[in-house]
C-alpha cells in the first residue's frame, strides 16, 4: 500500500516537471525569436553626414556607405 503511494506521488512529479519545462521553452523561445531581428541588422555611417542609419536603408557605393541617394551622389564629406 505504501508503494502504491509513492508511485503515484512520482507520477505527479512527472507530469508537473513536463509542464513546468515545457512553459520554461515556450517562454524562452519566444524570447530568443524577438531579439533576433533587433541584433542582425547592422548600423552604418553616412560618409557624408555622419547620421547612423541600418544598412539595408541606407546607399552603398562602392567602400562608402551613405543614408541617401542625395547624399551618395554628394560624395564624402570635405574634411
Ligand atoms: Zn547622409
Same mark, same amino acid.
Given at each position: ?27 524562452? $523561445? &519566444?524570447?530568443?525569436? /524577438?531579439?533576433?531581428? *533587433?541584433? +542582425?541588422?547592422?548600423?552604418?555611417? =553616412?560618409?557624408?553626414? $555622419? &547620421?547612423?542609419?541600418? /544598412?539595408?536603408?541606407? *546607399?552603398? +557605393?562602392?567602400?562608402?556607405?551613405? =543614408? ?12
Amino acid at each position: 500500500m505504501r508503494n502504491l503511494l509513492i508511485v503515484i506521488l512520482v507520477f505527479i512529479g512527472i507530469w508537473w516537471a513536463r509542464g513546468a519545462l515545457r512553459r520554461f521553452k515556450a517562454q524562452g $523561445g &519566444l524570447r530568443r525569436k /524577438e531579439a533576433r531581428p *533587433v541584433s +542582425a541588422e547592422r548600423m552604418l555611417e =553616412c560618409r557624408h553626414c $555622419g &547620421l547612423i542609419v541600418p /544598412e539595408s536603408e541606407g *546607399v552603398r +557605393a562602392g567602400e562608402d556607405f551613405y =543614408c541617401c541617394e542625395a547624399h551618395r551622389s554628394a560624395g564624402r564629406r570635405a574634411g
